[in-house]
């Protein structure tokens, strides 16, 4: 149930990782005196990062994460400036000890690397999705706009040719554009 948090110059205290991630690393921030907007994540002895700070749900148990009696050391993640083109980036994950060890410094900033790389990939393929939609809205644009020998129908035709569908690509019925009274009489009388 309980953790050792090392930091500083060789200080720890015990942690319950009985609770929630967000209330743990607020517990965290609180006990070191650090600010609430710091980022901070935990790693382990040999410098693995618990990536504690990415959980998509911070209400989860702490201890679904984290070892018990294993000793971790805190870590402040710093991103790029807010309003900059760098703004969401990983700049560097730095250990809270006064004398970190070279091969913990050297396995946090191969894993800072690592988290910026796949933060890259992940907007490079959001870009793909956004370009692709675009292309893909634009040409069934412009060939209702065209217009070919082939074909001798007005926009208007066309688009009364277009079927509506659901998620599965199954028709929808047709329905009345414009309702009469009777129409509306029908739907209160089923109620």
């Known amino acids: ?11 720890e205290f015990l942690v319950n990782t009985n609770c929630s991630i967000l209330l743990l690393l607020h517990y965290i921030r609180t006990k070191m005196g650090l600010r609430k ?27 679904k994460f984290l070892t018990v009696r294993n000793t971790y050391y805190v870590c402040k993640v710093e991103r790029g400036a807010p309003g900059t083109r760098i ?18 410094l050297e396995a946090l900033r191969t894993q800072c690397d690592i988290l910026e790389k796949s933060r890259l990939k992940m907007l490079r393929a959001l870009e793909a999705k956004k370009l692709a939609a675009a292309e893909s809205s634009t040409n ?14 007005s926009l208007s035709q066309q688009k009364s040719k277009i079927v509506r569908t659901d998620e ?9 554009i414009l309702k009469n009274r009777s129409d509306f009489g029908r739907k209160d009388r089923h109620r």
């Open 140 to 153: 069934v644009s412009g060939r209702l706009l065209k217009g070919s020998t082939s074909q001798h129908f």
């Open 87 to 104: 703004e969401n980036s990983y700049k560097v994950v730095v250990p809270l000890l006064k004398h970190p060890e070279l091969e913990l």
């Open 1 to 11: 149930m309980f953790i050792v948090i090392k930091h500083g110059d060789n200080q």
């Open 37 to 63: 907007t710091d980022t901070i994540d935990l790693c382990d002895e040999s410098g693995t990062l618990k990536l504690l700070f990415l959980s998509k749900t911070p209400t989860e148990y702490a201890s």
């Open 168 to 176: 599965d690509g199954t028709p929808l019925p047709r329905r009345p």
